[in-house]
């Protein structure tokens, strides 16, 4: 019996660990060096999330919060406007909610030259 509780309370854990949404992919990718500062950032999670806040910093200076209005509900794939700072390293930092409740944050930065 004492194995059957182990085994379950294993088995719940790995269920709950496993539900979380991660960052997947994102467009321009984490790390890319570009001519161009991009209109959007793409990002693109492993399940559904809901974006709480996102910060965007230039050369670790914070510049602006992206306004997300516009995004309603939970979304897997979500597409940020991005406004031309000029050259230098660019940092979204994101702080989301997965369906399940569970707060996440997380980050992307790449440089325009």
């Known amino acids: 019996m004492k194995m059957i509780l182990h085994v379950l309370a294993l088995s719940i854990f790995a269920t709950s660990a496993f539900a979380h949404a991660t960052l997947q992919l994102s467009t321009p990718a984490n790390g890319a060096v570009l001519q161009s500062v991009p209109p959007e950032v793409a990002l693109i999670f492993t399940g559904k999330i809901r974006l709480t806040r996102v ?52 980050g992307v930065s790449f440089t325009v030259k």
């Open 55 to 106: 910060e965007v910093y230039l050369d670790g200076k914070k510049n602006e919060d992206i306004a997300l209005d516009a995004l309603k509900g939970f979304a897997a794939n979500i597409a940020l406007p991005l406004t031309d700072l000029g050259p230098g390293t660019y940092e979204l930092d994101w702080r989301a909610l997965g369906t399940d409740g569970h707060a996440m944050t997380g």
